[in-house]
């Protein structure tokens, strides 16, 4: 069963750079041939996209975050890895690891989310 | 980009029909056929409710339902319980290939 678990620290300073991983067991990111990325929720607040990731690296980021973040994955350690940049309070939220789905069998795309990671919250304050 | 437009909070009682909406553009909601729904319950992720604008994963219950009449999406909700007290998100996949999701819409079930 594939199962995501995200790790970072819990507290960052302003201005620092947030650093979080997704560890990914029960499939092969490097085999799979899909899509994988990152989602967050800020307090009380609603969903927003972060970006996607293909197994081959090609990214697709947030435009309103494009200029601060970058989403990659390591196969060597089945991981996918986080970073935004110059964070504020307002990137204070849970984030949470996903695997996109196109719903069509050998099709990978990112339209859905089948997958998610339980969360981790990220406190921005000094 | 824009994040989709819902009502904040919706409710009903049990063994009614309740309908969310979700507003966007035509480079989101009225463009391809890749809009959905999720459903959250409290201190949980999100679950796959609707894709492809009407269809449901198998392990969903046939009580949710979703539509499109231009360039908004709706999901209703039969025979209300009240386990699907919850907070529930649209979202498309646009034409600039980013997501966008709606601010949510909070379910109350009297």
């Known amino acids: 069963q594939l199962q995501l678990q995200e790790s970072g620290p819990g507290l960052v300073k302003p201005s620092e750079t947030l650093s979080l991983t997704c560890a990914v067991s029960g499939d092969s990111i490097k085999s799979s041939r899909q899509y994988w990325g990152w989602i967050r929720q800020p307090p009380g607040k609603g969903l927003e996209w972060i970006g996607a990731i293909y197994t081959s690296g090609t990214t697709y980021y947030n435009p309103s975050l494009e200029s601060r973040i970058t989403i990659s994955v390591d196969t060597s350690k089945n991981h996918l890895s986080l970073r935004l940049s110059s964070v504020t309070a307002a990137d204070t939220a849970v984030f949470y690891c996903?695997?996109?789905?196109?719903?069509?069998?050998?099709?990978?795309?990112?339209?859905?989310?089948?997958?998610w990671g339980k969360g981790t919250t990220v406190t921005v304050s000094s | 980009q824009s994040a989709l437009t819902q009502p904040a909070s919706v409710s009903g009682s049990p063994g009614q029909s309740i309908t969310i909406s979700c507003t966007g553009s035509?480079?989101?909601?009225?463009?391809?056929?890749?809009v959905s729904w999720y459903q959250q319950h409290p201190g949980e992720a999100p679950k796959l409710l609707i894709f492809d604008v009407t269809k449901r994963p198998s392990e969903v219950s046939t009580r949710f339902s979703g539509s499109r009449a231009a360039n908004t999406a709706s999901l209703t909700i039969s025979g209300l319980q009240t386990e699907d007290e919850a907070d529930y998100y649209c979202?498309?996949?646009?034409?600039?290939?980013?997501?966008?999701f709606g601010g949510g819409t909070k379910l109350t079930v009297l």
């Open positions: 979202s498309a996949y646009t034409s600039s290939h980013t997501l966008v």
């Open positions: 996903v695997r996109y789905t196109s719903m069509v069998p050998r099709w990978s795309d990112f339209y859905y989310i089948d997958v």
């Open positions: 035509s480079s989101d909601i009225g463009g391809d056929n890749y």
